[in-house]
Nanobody, 123 residues
C-alpha cells in the first residue's frame, strides 16, 4: 500500500522558518519524482516544488524561489521542504505527492497524495 505522510507543519511568525517532511512507503521511492503542493482556504491546489527521482533536478513556483528548498533522501524514503522567510501568503495545507514517472512533468499526472500538514504564518 502506497503511503505518504507529511509532518512538520505549525504556526510561525512572518520571516520564520519551518521544515516539512514526507515519509514514503509502499513503493520504490528512488524511482519516482516527488512534489510539494499546497492549498490555501478558498483557493485551488498550487504546485510549489518538485524533484526528480535522482534529486539532480529541482523546480519551484516563482513565489517561493530563493526561500524554499526541496530535497530528498532516497536511502531513507524521505522528502523535505525547507521553508525560510515565510510570508502570510504561504499559509496553506501542504501535501506531498508522487509522480508516476522519474521526472516530475505536470502535477495533474501524480497518482498518490498524502493527507497534508498545516502551515500557518501569522503574527
Amino acid at each position: 500500500e502506497v503511503q505518504l505522510v507529511e509532518s512538520g507543519g505549525g504556526l510561525v511568525q512572518p520571516g520564520g522558518s519551518l521544515r516539512l517532511s514526507c515519509a514514503a512507503s509502499g513503493f520504490t521511492f528512488s524511482n519516482y519524482a516527488m512534489s510539494w503542493v499546497r492549498q490555501a482556504p478558498g483557493k485551488g491546489l498550487e504546485w510549489v516544488s518538485a524533484t526528480n527521482s535522482a534529486a539532480d533536478s529541482t523546480a519551484y513556483v516563482d513565489s517561493v524561489k530563493g526561500r524554499f528548498t526541496i530535497s530528498r533522501d532516497n536511502a531513507k524514503n524521505l522528502m523535505y521542504l525547507q521553508m525560510n522567510d515565510l510570508k502570510p501568503e504561504d499559509s496553506a495545507l501542504y501535501y506531498c505527492a508522487k509522480s508516476p514517472q522519474p521526472g516530475y512533468y505536470d502535477v495533474s499526472e501524480y497518482d498518490y497524495w498524502g493527507q497534508g500538514t498545516q502551515v500557518t504564518v501569522s503574527s
